[in-house]
């Protein structure tokens, strides 16, 4: 669904809570109270939100239910005939999710998977606001084909690591009214999304995220992935960030904030498709470690490198191996004085690159070759 239509949606759905002629003409105070009672909840906290008067005739506070009405509303599609666990939720937060099977109004108690003979279609899930992690929330959900974020109305989720980790089935991923803007932790957020073929992040808030270690890590069918909006200026963790993104062929980071990044080792392993990497802006000052950096990008035939600071740098190992269409690539700038683990360093990289190498970098080991 769009952000047209899901706004549209919202439109529609105030105007009712406004109007309500039903109870709009309900004279009893003591019946009015009753019926509102019975209400269903999100029925109800619109009314609250968006009619005054029934506010006024009730008595109620619209602080006292904001809480409730800053709901997360998630829409589920399952695969046909494929059916086991569609989210996982802790422990100490059953209380606060709200699971309706299909267009159903009742609410689905302590069932958290699906089997063939609930012949589900749809799932809604409406999460309250005590709820502050979405570690791990859809972690191995393997049923689910497509999850759409209808509503998103507040901030106070700080962890989203693995968040859909393995959902390998998963094809449609709606974010458009997703809302990032105190989360910290997104490691790990996306990876084994083997069936995503497009990914729209351009609304994400990553003002505070520190953790982005692995986020897009196996996801092999994604062709594009846009992160010109991409906030990294606190982030320190990028390992693996791109590991076995097999699908990708350009990969704009013009844009990434890498001053405070310790850990880069993996971060495009396996990008065996790449053919444009774009690093120009990157800053390597604090990277520890490039550990098999970029093993296994064999379609890159060019890496401009000009611009990396590896004073503090102490493992290159594996760092280009696999390159093999790699045909130019400066080092003259790299400071190997820390590293103690330069082995296969250019393993798989064609000889006359590596004769190259060898000729203009004397201080390159012999172990790398």
């Known amino acids: 669904m769009s952000s047209i239509n899901i706004s549209k949606e919202n439109n529609k759905e105030n105007e009712s809570a406004k109007q309500n002629p039903i109870l709009e003409n309900i004279k009893s105070r003591y ?10 909840k999100i029925k109800k906290l619109l009314i609250v939100k968006n009619n005054k008067r029934i506010q006024n005739r009730l008595n109620l506070s619209v602080k006292d239910y904001k809480k409730y009405y800053d709901v997360i509303e998630i829409e589920l599609i399952p695969i046909k005939d494929k059916y086991e666990t569609f989210i996982n939720i802790d422990q100490n937060d059953k209380l606060y999710y709200h699971i309706y099977f299909n267009d159903n109004k009742e609410e689905i108690k302590n069932k958290y998977s699906i089997w063939i003979k609930d012949k589900v279609t749809k799932i809604k899930i409406i999460i309250d606001s005590q709820v502050k992690s979405f570690r791990e929330l859809f972690y191995k959900c393997y049923c689910i084909e497509s999850i759409n974020f209808k509503r998103f109305y507040r901030n106070n989720i700080t962890d989203m ?10 094809k449609v991923l709606n974010l458009n009214n997703f809302n990032t803007n105190n989360v910290t932790n ?46 990294t200026n606190n982030v320190t963790n990028m390992f693996a960030m791109f590991y076995g993104c097999s699908s990708l062929k350009v990969l704009n980071l013009n844009n990434f ?5 310790a850990d880069m080792s993996e971060m495009f392993s396996g990008c065996s498709s790449l053919e444009e990497l774009n690093l120009n802006n990157f800053n390597t000052n604090n990277v520890k470690s490039m550990y098999s950096m970029f093993y296994g ?15 503090k740098v102490n ?13 130019e690539l400066n080092l ?19 000889d006359k690159l590596k004769r190259k190498i060898k000729k203009e970098n004397k201080n390159i080991k012999n172990s790398a070759f």
């Not at 019946?31 to 269903?40: A, H, R």
């Not at 003259?332 to 064609?350: H, L």
């Open 31 to 40: 019946i009015l109270s009753k019926i509102f009672d019975n209400i269903p």
């Open 161 to 170: 690591s693995f968040m859909f980790s393995g959902c390998s089935s998963l």
């Open 186 to 231: 997104m490691s790990h957020m996306f990876s084994g999304c083997s069936s995503l073929k497009e990914l729209n992040l351009n609304n994400f808030n990553n003002n505070n995220v520190t953790d982005m270690g692995s986020i897009f890590s196996g996801c092999s069918s994604l062709k594009v992935l846009n992160l010109n909006n991409f906030n």
């Open 257 to 261: 904030n890498t001053n405070n990044v």
């Open 297 to 311: 990008c064999s379609s890159l035939e060019e890496l401009n490198l000009n611009n990396f600071n590896t004073n």
């Open 315 to 327: 493992n290159m190992s594996w760092m280009f191996s696999g390159c093999s269409s790699l045909k």
């Open 332 to 350: 003259k700038n790299f400071n190997t004085n820390n590293v103690t683990d330069m082995s296969y360093m250019f393993s798989g990289c064609s």
